[in-house]
């Protein structure tokens, strides 16, 4: 029996749909607004809010919040700008939160 493994994604915890791949995580350390979250470096299948600036845990930042394009849920940020040196790293990228998203592992088997 051969098997084929496709990519490992996050999709949208209410409509399925997918929104992140697996292979983009940076952290899984992180805090958002509902407890645990995950940094992206890019995410999909969204739409990205207005921005504006926050106070988050690691000080100020400009963010945008970051909606499914299907269901309209909220799904977490996106890090525009950050103000403090040791922060940079995070502008362009996305958080989701864990609550927000399911992961799909996409396995396939052939016989």
Same mark, same amino acid.
């Given at each position: 029996?051969? $098997?084929i493994? @496709?990519p &490992?994604?996050?999709?949208?915890c209410n409509?399925r749909?997918q929104?992140a791949?697996?292979d983009?995580v940076?952290?899984? %350390?992180?805090?958002? &607004?509902?407890g &645990?979250?995950?940094?992206?470096s890019? #995410?999909?299948n969204i739409?990205? @809010?207005?921005k504006e600036d926050?106070?988050?845990?690691? @000080?100020?930042h400009?963010? #945008?919040?970051?909606?499914?394009?299907?269901? &309209?849920?909220?799904l @977490?940020?996106?890090? $525009?700008? #950050?103000?403090? $040196?040791?922060?940079?790293?995070? $502008?362009?990228?996305?958080?989701?939160?864990k %609550?927000?998203?399911?992961?799909?592992?996409?396995?396939y088997?052939?016989g």
């Amino acid at each position: 029996m051969a $098997e084929i493994v @496709g990519p &490992r994604l996050y999709s949208c915890c209410n409509c399925r749909n997918q929104v992140a791949l697996h292979d983009d995580v940076i952290s899984k %350390s992180f805090q958002g &607004r509902n407890g &645990r979250a995950f940094l992206f470096s890019h #995410a999909m299948n969204i739409m990205v @809010g207005p921005k504006e600036d926050r106070q988050l845990m690691t @000080g100020l930042h400009t963010v #945008a919040d970051v909606y499914c394009c299907d269901c &309209r849920e909220v799904l @977490g940020w996106k890090y $525009e700008r #950050a103000y403090e $040196e040791t922060q940079k790293y995070k $502008e362009g990228k996305f958080i989701l939160e864990k %609550s927000k998203i399911v992961k799909e592992n996409w396995i396939y088997f052939l016989g």
